[in-house]
C-alpha cells in the first residue's frame, strides 16, 4: 500500500475514530504500520525523525497520529 493510500484511508476514517468502532481499528492499524515502517523501511535518522518520515508520506499530521496512539493505550 501506498503512503498516499494510507493518508486518504486515515482522512476518511479519523474523524469518526471515537464513534464507529470499525473506524478506531482502521486507525489503530495504520499507527501500527507506520510505526513498522519507520523501524523496518526508512532509513537514517532516530525512531522519530523516521516516524516523521513516514507520516509526511502519508500527509498525516503527527497530531493526529499522536492522539489516535493515546487512545490505543
Known amino acids: ?12 476514517h479519523y474523524s469518526d475514530r471515537g464513534s464507529d468502532p470499525g473506524s478506531g481499528q ?4 495504520i499507527c501500527l504500520m ?3 515502517r519507520a523501524v523496518l523501511e526508512i532509513v537514517g535518522g532516530n ?8 507520516l509526511a ?7 493526529q497520529f ?8
Open 1 to 12: 500500500m501506498e503512503p498516499e493510500e494510507i493518508g486518504q484511508i486515515w482522512a476518511a
Open 47 to 54: 525512531f522519530a525523525v523516521r516516524l516523521a518520515q513516514a
Open 26 to 29: 482502521i486507525c489503530s492499524l
Open 57 to 63: 508520506a502519508a500527509g498525516i499530521p503527527i497530531e
Open 66 to 73: 499522536d492522539a489516535c496512539e493515546a487512545e490505543i493505550k
Open 34 to 36: 507506520l510505526r513498522q
